[in-house]
């Protein structure tokens, strides 16, 4: 079993910077994929961006490509989200996941394992 926390959620203005974290527990996640998703109220739950298990391969909704950057330490066992030049509309709760191969890697169904979730508020 794997246990994921986030943390690094909070309220932030629009234009400025968060970053998330995600820890692993329970076993190493090193081998895993590793993803975020977020959902906004009265929204279906959408692909943020992936993470191959060493790293070398990242993907991202394309709409937020060059705004938020993907990364991990698998020495730390954790995976982070970089966010910059918040707008308004990138208010959700943001959820990590993880999963053990790269396919279907924006499907949240194809996930595993789930963190509870990070709150992520921009105002304008």
């Known amino acids: 079993q794997v246990q994921l926390v986030e943390s690094g959620g909070g309220l932030v203005q629009a234009g400025g910077s968060l970053k998330l974290s995600c820890v692993a527990s329970g076993r190493t996640v090193s081998s895993y994929v590793m993803a975020w998703f977020r959902q906004a109220p009265g929204k279906e739950r959408e692909f943020v961006a992936a993470i191959s298990w060493n790293g070398g391969n990242t993907r991202y909704t394309y709409s937020l490509k060059g705004r938020f950057t993907i990364s991990r330490d698998n020495a730390k066992n954790t995976v982070y989200l970089q966010m910059n030049s918040l707008k308004p509309e990138d208010t959700a709760v943001y959820s990590c996941?993880?999963?053990?191969?790269?396919?279907?890697?924006?499907?949240?169904?194809?996930?595993?394992?789930w963190g509870q979730g990070t709150q992520v508020t921009v105002s304008s």
């Open positions: 996941a993880a999963k053990n191969d790269f396919g279907q890697y924006n499907s949240y169904s194809s996930y595993e394992y």
